[in-house]
């Protein structure tokens, strides 16, 4: 394409005019007006959900906004797909790699474009413009013949920006680029990006690592529950503005209300632990307490959650409840596996079951359910009415003898809809076409009928807007109230510090800090989160082909 | 943000504008009334053509084909709603005849105890398949093709790669009682009624669905979905046991070639009948009609005297062309 002359500062080279998203009538972006100029390097923070993703994705064509309009180096900038963004030199690397893992280093560079006479590939000429490409990057140790599937996942992340540094590229977005990647090739990727930069490309760096921020940014964006809170220069910005500007907003007054009364102790988590995901959590939940788990994406806090389901097979620590008030049914279900041995914790008889459940339905037996993160993948039939979904989780209320029992399930199904406020046409509606917060109402209405004593929550308010919102919170009081321990992990410090009586922070897989009710502070629950970034372990490399 | 905020107004209205019963049945009538009509059409149709094919004759044709696909078809619908699928049936079906003929001719064993052993046979041929796709969480495409050969090959083992002729013993099963109607197609009509009612109305059945729709989520549910596999692939190669016992009681023999290629018979009218490949959806008693359509459409074409070539082109097409309505329809109801 030709080369347009480089734009004066007075028309950036981006420019982003109150552009809105909405998913599903929620909005996730409000109107957010941005320049980029050429040369520059914008850091786009804020916290998890705040509408990053979102925005850098709009940019690059992978998803179209709902309202506003853009203009690339002064002329009207609407792409339609990722390879129309890219042809006008906008482009992306993802978090989630785009590579194909059996298609080799070279074949990966130049996919899509690879010198060919008549289809056959000229590989002596793919090799030496693979090779250029991956030398742009300080990659040369890379053999361009090697299949991705066998770099180890930051040497690929690296193969993933050296296939985007096109000499064509004009912006280039990077979302949380050093997620995987080692200090050494952090160096490499920002060596990279001065060199860009200085040709004059405008570099939009997504992340929310603050100390890296500082080291690369000029200005930096911050992002707030999809609204832009502010953009200013990055000099004489401290950490602590950083953060003052992505919490922001005044202290909700639910946050003064008084803890709520605890009860005994429900569920005792012992050193639980699966490879480096969840190293050795322990914790208590106690009857009518919400227990919160904060942590950034990845810090472990769904895996720790699946674990004690028993969705996933713990490999260490165990869990132990109460035995003593069990209906008969679920004793002896719980009488069922020969690893379990029964010990006395304070007052109270409770039952030990070494490295957690082995699957859901023993979880189940013992009183425990899990409310999913991702309701679409693993909550939900999509596909199916409201009535199946909501009885899944114990058909024996509505059946006898196997046998359904219609008038029955439908009757259950009426009150749910009623009691839980669900929109919907009928109980017969597929649940696919409710919206987020009736979806995951749906979910809930699966653990009302059945003795559920703890109630594992992941992201239960995700995709669901703010009316909604308010539904479910009330909904979880009221389970708490009934006496029901609520584990509920959330990326929304505010709905965590509203709702919680304890929040445990999760960072890289162990639980760093556990704060009572009024002790905590946003600014303390984030530093908890952040604890892991000076002393990250260096990520585990699989064995490669060029480990230095 | 506040757990204390009263429900809006408009939720309130929502919710006491409260939806109201409507029966399963009702919501399927459509697809009842659609297949019908496309049965009553092809019926017709062939009338016009052919002015031999308005007869009685016709008609005890078609339902002497019918039973043994029937029985097939109602566990193949349990099979594609689990998202699986079951190529071995028609080599099943084989095996099964053949054991019992073995059992009756050479063993002399008493005719109940040799259709029991047929009985046996399916099931455990089914099992088979059922158990290794889920132990080694293999699909059940490749498993059921494995033994799709390995059990066509035990058939020409038992029969010794000849036709075994059993006689009269149990031609009692297929023998027409009144105008055609036979015990085996008595059979058949009892087993989609209650296949019918154990998908829609037991436990099992609503597992079935759900593991078809989305296997993770019943785990998560608390549902194992191991044994229901097993389960449905044991049922098939049961009720695939039961169709070789009919075959074998309609010809008064066991052809160890008997119903090779008719597993695919099986799966395109369980698909007229709008049970989807991809699993979750299906209804026993569409497959019924899609069944009667096959089982029509080959007597209509014999009847008219198209060439075997033409017969099997028209068949394919109509296959292709009633799965593109269904796909149709669907789209404009989820939408």
């Not at chain 1, 929620?26 to 786009?44: P, R």
């Not at chain 1, 964006?221 to 990055?234: E, H, I, K, Y």
């Not at chain 2, 059992?103 to 099931?123: D, E, H, M, N, Y």
């Amino acid at each position: 394409m030709p080369h347009t002359p480089s734009p004066t500062p007075a028309t950036p080279l981006l420019h982003v005019d109150a552009v809105g998203k909405d998913y599903h009538g929620t909005t996730v972006l409000h109107d957010v007006t941005l320049a980029l100029n050429a040369g520059e390097v914008l850091a786009l923070t804020g916290e998890n959900g705040a509408g990053k993703s979102t925005l850098s994705k709009i940019i690059c064509g992978l998803t179209p906004a709902t309202r506003g309009g853009m203009r690339l180096a002064g002329a009207a900038f609407m792409p339609e797909s990722r390879q129309d963004a890219e042809r006008q030199g906008v482009r992306m690397v993802m978090q989630e790699l785009g590579l194909v893992p059996t298609l080799t280093v070279a074949e990966n560079l130049l996919l899509g474009r690879m010198p060919s006479t008549a289809g056959w590939v000229r590989r002596a000429e793919l090799h030496a413009a693979a090779r250029a490409q991956l030398a742009k990057i300080g990659l040369e140790s890379i053999d361009p013949a090697t299949p991705v599937s066998r770099l180890g996942i930051g040497q690929q992340q690296m193969v993933e920006i050296a296939r985007n540094l096109q000499d064509d590229t004009r912006i280039l977005v990077l979302d949380e680029p050093t997620a995987m990647l080692t200090p050494r090739e952090t160096n490499y990727l920002f060596e990279q990006i001065a060199r860009l930069t200085a040709r004059g490309v405008a570099i939009v760096y997504v992340s929310h690592r603050l100390e890296e921020l500082r080291r690369i940014a000029d200005r930096v964006a911050v992002l707030r529950d999809g609204r832009l809170v502010d953009a200013c220069p990055m000099a004489g910005l401290s950490e602590d503005d950083l953060v003052r500007r992505m919490v922001g907003r005044s202290v909700n007054d639910l946050e003064h209300r008084p803890r709520r009364a605890a009860g005994a102790v429900v569920m005792q988590v012992n050193g639980i632990g699966r490879a480096s995901a969840v190293q050795d959590v322990s914790l208590e939940l106690r009857a009518g307490e919400v227990f919160g788990i904060a942590g950034l994406v990845g810090s472990g806090r769904t895996e720790l959650l699946r674990l004690l389901y028993g969705a996933d097979r713990a490999d260490r620590g165990s869990v132990s409840l109460p035995v003593d008030d069990f209906k008969p049914k679920q004793a002896a279900a719980l009488d069922a596996p020969a690893h379990t041995a029964i010990k006395s914790i304070a007052k109270g008889v409770y039952k030990t079951f070494a490295k957690g459940f082995h699957s859901p339905l023993q979880a189940m037996a013992a009183g425990v359910g899990l409310v999913s993160e991702d309701r679409k993948s693993q909550g939900l039939l999509l596909a199916q009415p409201i009535r199946i979904n909501a009885t899944l989780s114990d058909l024996s209320a509505v059946s006898r003898g196997g046998w359904l029992q219609g008038a029955r399930e439908h009757g259950l199904v009426q009150s749910f809809i009623r009691t839980l406020r669900i929109r919907c046409t009928s109980g017969e509606q597929p649940v696919g076409q409710l919206s987020g917060g009736n979806q995951q109402k749906v979910v809930f209405a699966r653990w009302l009928h059945r003795p559920v004593r703890v109630l594992l929550l992941d992201e239960p308010t995700r995709g669901v807007d703010v009316g909604a919102r308010a539904e479910i919170y009330g909904e979880l009081d009221r389970m708490a109230a009934e006496g029901r321990a609520l584990l509920m992990v959330s990326s929304d410090l505010r709905e965590l510090m509203a709702m919680a009586d304890r929040i445990g922070v999760m960072s890289a897989g162990r639980l760093v800090a556990i704060f009572e009710r009024g002790e905590w502070t946003e600014q303390s629950l984030l530093a908890a989160a952040f604890s892991d970034a000076a002393g990250r372990p260096a990520p585990a490399q699989p064995v490669s082909p060029v480990a230095a | 943000m506040n757990p204390s905020t009263p429900p809006s107004p408009a939720a309130a209205a929502a919710a006491s504008t409260a939806p109201s019963a409507t029966p399963i049945w009702r919501t399927q009538l459509g697809t009842y009334l659609g297949l019908a009509l496309v049965l009553a059409g092809m019926v017709g149709l062939f009338s016009w053509l052919s002015e031999y094919f308005w007869s009685v004759e016709t008609f005890v044709t078609i339902a002497n084909e019918i039973p043994a696909l029937a029985v097939m078809a109602v566990g193949m619908t349990f099979v594609l709603i689990i998202a699986g699928i079951d190529l071995s049936v028609g080599s099943v079906m084989a095996l099964a005849a053949a054991t019992s003929a073995a059992a009756i001719l050479q063993w002399g064993w008493p005719v109940p105890a040799a259709a029991a052993l047929a009985l046996v046979t399916g099931l455990v041929c089914g099992t088979i398949t059922g158990a290794i796709s889920v132990a080694w969480r293999l699909p059940s495409f490749i498993v059921s093709l494995g033994m799709l050969e390995a059990v066509r090959g035990s058939a020409y083992l038992v029969t010794d790669s000849r036709t075994q002729y059993v006689g009269d013993a149990i031609s009692w099963l297929a023998a027409p009682l009144v105008g055609g109607i036979s015990v085996a197609f008595l059979i058949a009509l009892v087993l989609v009624v209650v296949a019918q009612l154990v998908l829609s109305r037991t436990v099992f059945g609503r597992s079935v669905v759900g593991i078809g729709t989305n296997e993770e989520a019943m785990r998560l549910a608390g549902v194992d979905p191991r044994p229901v596999r097993i389960i449905v692939f044991a049922v098939t190669g049961l009720l695939a046991g039961l169709a070789g016992l009919m075959q074998s009681a309609r010809l008064e023999a066991a052809d160890p070639n008997a119903g090779s290629g008719m597993e695919l018979q099986v799966i395109a009218a369980v698909v007229i009948g709008g049970t989807s490949l991809m699993g979750g959806r299906g209804s026993v008693v569409t497959t019924a009609f899609g069944v009667l359509i096959i089982a029509v459409l080959e007597a209509g074409l014999a009847q008219v005297g198209a060439s075997e070539p033409s017969k099997r082109i028209i068949t394919g097409c109509v296959i292709v062309a009633a799965v593109i309505i269904d796909t149709l329809r669907q789209r404009r109801t989820t939408h």
